[in-house]
């Protein structure tokens, strides 16, 4: 028997906003809706997405189902485009438990 294995990401709000310049933030079981960070730029969601894919095998981005958004931008005109860990995103444990109804 083959075995189907998955990542869900549940973005946050999606922005038209320019992608690469935040730091993509996750959480579980709809925690970031208690927080600021409730949007997230929709190529900032393809790329958590392109991540999840060459992370499966070696860090833990399958079998994971996350709810994803990301920091604001910083107010500094001169700021560098953010730089995400994706080995440290991708290691930190947990995964969405929604009860069933």
């Not at 294995?5 to 809706?33: N, S």
């Not at 005109?77 to 860990?85: Q, V």
Request: proline content about 6%.
């Amino acid at each position: 028997m083959k075995r189907c294995f998955f990542t869900i990401v549940h973005a946050g709000t999606l922005t038209d906003e320019p992608g690469g310049r935040r730091e993509i933030v996750w959480d579980v079981d709809d925690a970031l809706l208690r927080t600021n960070f409730k949007r997230i730029p929709k190529e900032d969601a393809a790329e958590v997405l392109v991540q999840a894919l060459l992370h499966k095998d070696l860090m833990g981005a399958q079998g994971k189902s996350i709810d994803v958004a990301s920091r604001p931008e910083p107010s500094s005109s001169s700021a560098k485009p953010y730089k995400n860990d994706w080995v440290r995103f991708w290691s930190i444990s947990g995964s969405c438990t929604y009860p069933g109804k």
